[in-house]
Nanobody, 125 residues
Framework: QVQLAESGGGSVQAGGSLRLSCAVSRYTVSNTFNIAWFRQAPGKEREGVATICTGGGRTYYADSVKGRFTISRDNAKNTVYLQMNNLKPEDTAMYYC?????????????????WGQGTQVTVSL
């Protein structure tokens, strides 16, 4: 079974940057897989942020993060990253890494089978 482990969360001021990491085990990232980042703020629904097809590298982003966030993969390290720049207080949430065994570009949580435990991101003014 695929295992995902997030890291890199923390507290930053608005305008700052963070890079989240999703370490993938029991699966090779270079194969065709859809790995995504989701986030969930208290009292809100889980929101798809960005996704990458690990085989071809195609990426998809939510409108709310386009131009600020970048998803990427390092096949050698079996890791997917989320570089977050120009962070805003509304980006504050628990961020989750998720995966499913086919490439679709989906950002719907129901389409993903494997989930990590999450890492907290807090952005203050």
């Amino acid at each position: 079974q695929v295992q995902l482990a997030e890291s890199g969360g923390g507290s930053v001021q608005a305008g700052g940057s963070l890079r989240l990491s999703c370490a993938v085990s029991r699966y090779t990232v270079s194969n065709t897989f859809n790995i995504a980042w989701f986030r969930q703020a208290p009292g809100k629904e889980r929101e798809g942020v960005a996704t990458i097809c690990t085989g071809g590298g195609r990426t998809y982003y939510a409108d709310s993060v386009k131009g600020r966030f970048t998803i990427s993969r390092d096949n050698a390290k079996n890791t997917v990253y989320l570089q977050m720049n120009n962070l805003k207080p509304e980006d504050t949430a628990m961020y989750y890494c998720a995966a499913v065994g086919y490439c679709s570009g989906s950002l719907r949580s129901a389409d993903f089978r494997y989930w990590g435990q999450g890492t907290q991101v807090t952005v203050s003014l």
